[in-house]
């Protein structure tokens, strides 16, 4: 029988804070049970199995991400919305590092969950996107761009990669930015030309 006030959102909830206290790599059923103070055979009577716990998990993520995408953005359009975007992306994955690990680790799986969980992240990215006057194909380039700069500097920045000079990460970090909008604005340039 299940325990009372045990539910699929709850193990998601604990799964979650488990990340984030001891990293994907020891995430476990059985640390996630005992975490939750039951036995590990009672998560089955919420969850069928590791992958649809998994994708549940990475959905979870992807809405935080897309939420926090959507509050930087709010109310900003143009340049200001690309760069809070990058921003808050940034922040993200700082504060939440093993979230972030988990949901880029998913990417490459295929089921429907995994898509969902980025389509979330992604949709404020095309929001932003859209703000520039280029076409639909050419933002799916941007995003692809877009995303790949910002996921090369977190994971290079985590891992230590640009301590070795004497620059602020920051100001790195916003060059890249400005140099994807100044590719923006020429695309959008070479539109009117045409």
């Known amino acids: 029988m299940p325990r009372k006030g045990l539910s699929k959102e709850t193990i998601i909830d604990a799964a979650i804070e488990l990340i984030e206290e001891q990293g994907n790599h020891a ?3 059985n640390e996630l049970a005992r975490k ?5 055979a009672s998560l089955y009577n919420h ?3 590791m992958e649809e716990l998994t994708g549940a998990i990475g959905y979870r993520i992807g809405g935080m991400i897309k939420q926090t ?4 953005i709010a109310g900003k359009s143009g340049d200001a919305a690309l760069f809070a975007l990058c921003d808050a992306y940034r922040t993200f994955a700082q504060e939440h590092i093993d979230l972030y690990k988990v949901i880029m680790g998913m990417q490459k799986d295929k089921n429907a969950c995994t898509e969902a969980a980025c389509g ?3 949709n404020p990215i095309m929001q932003v996107l859209s703000n520039y006057k280029i076409t639909a194909s050419e933002k ?7 995303r790949a700069m910002m996921h090369g500097f977190i994971t290079h920045e985590c891992a ?17 930015i400005e ?12 539109h009117r030309n045409e």
């Not at 995408?69 to 930087?72: K, S, Y």
């Not at 799916?140 to 877009?146: D, E, P, T």
Request: net charge negative.
């Open 27 to 29: 995430f476990s059923l």
């Open 36 to 40: 939750l103070e039951i036995k590990p």
């Open 47 to 49: 969850i069928e199995n």
């Open 69 to 72: 995408e959507l509050d930087a």
């Open 120 to 122: 979330e992240m992604i």
């Open 140 to 146: 799916m380039h941007w995003q692809r761009i877009l």
């Open 160 to 176: 230590g990669g640009f301590r070795h000079f004497p620059v602020a990460y920051n100001e790195t970090y916003h060059m890249a």
């Open 179 to 190: 140099t994807i909008s100044l590719g923006l604005h020429t695309a959008e340039k070479e």
